[in-house]
T-cell receptor, first 112, second 114 residues
Framework: EDQVTQSPEALRLQEGESSSLNCSYT??????LFWYRQDPGKGPEFLFT???AGEEKEKERLKATLTKKESFLHITAPKPEDSATYLC?????????????FGPGTRLSVLP | ETGVTQTPRHLVMGMTNKKSLKCEQH?????MYWYKQSAKKPLELMFV???????ENNSVPSRFSPECPNSSHLFLHLHTLQPEDSALYLC?????????????FGSGTRLTVV
């Protein structure tokens, strides 16, 4: 069974304090790993897609990396506006299905 | 208006009521989805529609009934719900033939069953 776990469940950082969020997955035939950001009362917002081990993508203070078993979302010098829940999702399978398995998320709080 | 729009934003209903959630996407996408998000649980896929055809029903109880009249509109009809059905219901859309796609989500409908 495909599974996605995320750690930590919650993370509090001071503004400027860099850190990383983890997404570990167990899937058969990874087609893609996705990161989303979700603000309270809103739907998730797409951030990145990673397809193969060794791949990296960056957007402002965020950098996502992928290995064969996990992905990291690195946050460099975070600001209070980076506070949100970060969701990881994997798409698996041998056919072009659209079944995404989401992790439970990491709730990030960045204090000024 | 752009993106994915969901109405209503909030809904309180009794267990004997019938109500419908509406989703509309203005992105020209060809796939639409319903997800359920409960507190402290991962997003749960409920239904998938590709080109208006339902291709996934993830063991959802029959008290939830989806409808997709065209590729831009998606409904979720609700009847005789239970309190444990209270959750955030999210609609999403995507373009299936794009290689690097992610979902575009709406803001959700916060449903409370009393």
């Amino acid at each position: 069974e495909d599974q996605v776990t995320q750690s930590p469940e919650a993370l509090r950082l001071q503004e400027g304090e860099s850190s990383s969020l983890n997404c570990s997955y167990t899937v058969s035939g990874l087609r893609g790993l996705f990161w989303y950001r979700q603000d309270p009362g809103k739907g998730p917002e797409f951030l990145f897609t990673l397809y193969s081990a060794g791949e990296e993508k960056e957007k402002e203070r965020l950098k996502a990396t992928l290995t064969k078993k996990e992905s990291f979302l690195h946050i460099t010098a975070p600001k209070p506006e980076d506070s949100a829940t970060y969701l990881c999702a994997v798409q698996a399978g041998l056919v072009d299905g659209q079944n995404f398995v989401f992790g439970p998320g990491t709730r990030l709080s960045v204090l000024p | 208006e752009t993106g994915v729009t969901q109405t209503p934003r909030h809904l309180v209903m009794g267990m004997t009521n019938k109500k419908s959630l509406k989703c509309e996407q203005h992105l020209g996408h060809n796939a639409m989805y319903w997800y359920k998000q409960s507190a402290k649980k991962p997003l749960e896929l409920m239904f998938v529609y590709n080109f208006k055809e339902q291709t996934e029903n993830n063991s959802v109880p029959s008290r939830f009934s989806p409808e997709c009249p065209n590729s831009s509109h998606l409904f979720l009809h609700l009847h005789t719900l239970q309190p444990e059905d209270s959750a955030l219901y999210l609609c999403a859309s995507s373009q299936r033939d794009r290689g690097d796609y992610g979902y575009t989500f709406g803001s959700g409908t916060r449903l409370t069953v009393v």
